[in-house]
DNA sequence: TCAAAAGTGTTATCCTTACACCCATGT
DNA sequence: ACATGGGTGTAAGGATAACACTTTTGA
C-alpha cells in the first residue's frame, strides 16, 4: 500500500492570531511575499501533527501557542513547487492558533500585520468598505458578463450576491473564504495570476498577496474564527486576565469585522456567565471608570455551547 | 526542507453514508475488523487529495460519490504501525461522502451497516438508549473515581454531564465526536485497548469496534453531517428526486437521532422555501395519500444559509 | 368504524433588537 | 459644561414550541 510513488511530504501552516489596538493581527514572516509561518513536519521526532507545529513555531517564532486548531488540508499539485519534478510533493495542513499580543515579535523577519491587510473587503466595522463599490461590484459585473453561458452568468451573479450583500441581501461576516474563492477565480487577486489563471496584465489586484496559498489558509482561519466565537470561548483566548467589557466588545468587532450594539453586548456576556467582575477597575483613559471583568471558566462547565454572540447594530 | 526524514505516505478513509429505511447506512468494508472505505493517496495520478479519493472510492465501491466533504487529517503515530519500525509513516486524511440508496453494494466484502451499529449511545429515536444509563454512566463513574486528584475527578465528572446531557442537561446530538473521545480515554471502547490504552481484559466494551481510528473519523462524519445540516440543504444529497415531507423528516431524524415534532418540521422546510410540491401524490402505504416534495434549488440563490432546522419535541 | 398519516390554525413563550435614560469621570 | 464611556430598564417584534383540530385513505 505504501509504495515509492505514494510518498509526499506535510508542510505546516499557521495562521498565528493575536487583538492588539483594535486590530485582528497575524504573524507575517517577510521572505520576498509575505507568508504564514510555516515549516515541515517530521515524522520521527513528532507523534502527532500539532505537538509538531507547536515545535517548530516556537523555536521560529519564540511564541508559546495556546489554543491551536486544524483547519484543513490542501493537496493540489504545483503549489509549493517552484522546479516542478524535484522532490516529494508537498501536503499542506493550515491551523489556527490563538495568542495574547506581545508587542514586537522576536523572531527575525516576522511583524504582526492586521489581516484586514489582505482582505481590505472583510472590514465592516467603520462603514462599508469602499473597495467593494468601487471595485469588486464592477470587476464582478465584468466576470458576469464574461461568462460564455447564461446559466454561468446567473450562477456567478447569485454568487457575487450571496457573498457579497448585494441586492439587499445581508452581509454574512462569515463567508470569507467564499468571497476569497469567488475573487480568486475571478481573477481578482494576485494568486490567481501567478497560478496560471488568468492573465499576468490583468488590472485589478486586490488586497494584499501573499505567498503559496496562505491567503486562502488565512481566510479558512478568519471564517472559522468568526464562527467559533459564537458558540466557543475562544475569544478570551485573546485576552488578557482581567479586561472592561468594552475592550473585549473592541476584540469580538476587530475578529468579526462588525460593530455590535453596545448594551446588548454588555448584557449578553453577563447574562450567559461568560464573565465575572473583578472588583477592581480600570485604568482609564476617557470617560468614567470601567470594572474589570474575567473571564468564568465555570461556563465550560454549565452551558453546553458558550460562546459570544453577535447582536448586531442596524447597519446605518 | 524536504529531506528523507520528512516523508509520509498519505492514506484516505471515507465515511459514505446513504439513508434506507429509516436507517442512517456507512459503507463498510469487512477485513477482519470492520473498517471504512480506505487508500493511498497517489500524488503522482492526482491534482488533488479529492480527486484521489473520487477516484479510487469508484475503483474500489462502483458508487458515484454525490456530495464531498474533508474532515480532519490525523497524524498519530502507532496508528497504521502493525510493524512498527517498518515503512513510511501514514498521515490519514478523513472524509465524509454523501450518496443515495442503491440497494446492495457491488464490490466485494463491502455492506452497508446502520452507525448506531458503532455508536448505540447515539440513537434516541425511540426512547433514551438503555445503554446510557446500564452502562455508560457507571462505567464513568468509575473513571471518575479512579481519578488520582480531586480536581481531575471532577473534570471527568463535568464531561460525562456535558457529554451525556446527565443532571438533567440538554442532550445534544452534535456532540458525537466528544462523546467517542471521552469513552476512549475512559478506556470504553474496544480501540482504547487495542492502542495500548487500558488493559486488554477490560470488561467494558461499548459499541463495535473498527479498524484504525476509523470510528473516531465515522464519529467526526456524523458529528459533522448533524450540525451542517441545520445550515445547509445537504440532507437532500440523500433523498430521491421527490419525496413526502414525512420521507424527509424521517431522513432528518436517522441522521440526528432524535424524533422531531411532526406539524412545525413540515411548516419550517415549506415557509423556509426549502421544498415546493409537485402536484403528485406518493403510493401510499398507510393513511391519507402525501404530496410528493422536491428540493427547490433556488433556496441556494435566495437564502444566505439555507438548513433543515431541528425543531426538537419535547423529550417524553 | 378505527388507525394512521396528511394537513391547517392558533397561542404562549422566549429571545433578540432597539430605544430611552441615568451615572461617573477628565478636560 | 460637555464629551466620553459605563451601566440599567423596558418594550416591540419575531421565531419557536406546543396544542387543538380537521381531512383522507386503507384495513
Chains 1, 2 share one sequence.
Not at 20 to 47: Q, T
Request: aromatic share 8%.
Amino acid at each position: 500500500m505504501t509504495s515509492d510513488r505514494h510518498v509526499v511530504s506535510i508542510g505546516l501552516s499557521a495562521a498565528i492570531v493575536a487583538v492588539a489596538d483594535e486590530n485582528p493581527d497575524v504573524l507575517i514572516v517577510k521572505s520576498g511575499s509575505d507568508a504564514l509561518p510555516f515549516g515541515p513536519f517530521d515524522p520521527i521526532a513528532h507523534r502527532t501533527l500539532e505537538s509538531g507545529l507547536r515545535t517548530w513555531v516556537g523555536e521560529q517564532t519564540y511564541l508559546e501557542l495556546g489554543y491551536v486548531e486544524q483547519l484543513y488540508t490542501f493537496g493540489d499539485r504545483g503549489r509549493h513547487t517552484f522546479k516542478p519534478g524535484e522532490g516529494p510533493r508537498v501536503v499542506s495542513v493550515g491551523y489556527l492558533a490563538l495568542t495574547r499580543p506581545t508587542g514586537e515579535p522576536k523572531a527575525p523577519d516576522t511583524i504582526w500585520r492586521s489581516w484586514y491587510r489582505y482582505f481590505p473587503w472583510e472590514d465592516w466595522r467603520t462603514a462599508r468598505p469602499a473597495v467593494i463599490a468601487d471595485a469588486i461590484v464592477p470587476a464582478l459585473q465584468a466576470f458576469e458578463t464574461a461568462a460564455d453561458a447564461p446559466a454561468l452568468a446567473e450562477a456567478r451573479r447569485d454568487r457575487a450576491r450571496l457573498c457579497f450583500g448585494l441586492d439587499g441581501l445581508a452581509w454574512d461576516e462569515e463567508k470569507v473564504l467564499e468571497r476569497y474563492e469567488l475573487l480568486y477565480e475571478a481573477g481578482l487577486v494576485a494568486e490567481s495570476a501567478r497560478d496560471g489563471r488568468t492573465p499576468a496584465d490583468h488590472a485589478v489586484r486586490l488586497g494584499e498577496p501573499m505567498m503559496f496559498d496562505h491567503r486562502r489558509i488565512l481566510a479558512t482561519a478568519i471564517a472559522r474564527l468568526r464562527g467559533k466565537m459564537k458558540y466557543r470561548p475562544v475569544v478570551f483566548e485573546l485576552m488578557p486576565a482581567s479586561f472592561t467589557l468594552l475592550e473585549l466588545q473592541r476584540t469580538v468587532e476587530a475578529i468579526s469585522g462588525v460593530r455590535l450594539h453596545k448594551q446588548n453586548f454588555r448584557r449578553l456576556v453577563e447574562d450567559q456567565g461568560l464573565v465575572e467582575g473583578t472588583g477592581k477597575m480600570s485604568a482609564l483613559t476617557r470617560g468614567r471608570p470601567a470594572e474589570l471583568f474575567r473571564f468564568r471558566r465555570e461556563v465550560l462547565r454549565e452551558r453546553p455551547a458558550p460562546g459570544v454572540r453577535l447582536a448586531p447594530r442596524r447597519v446605518v
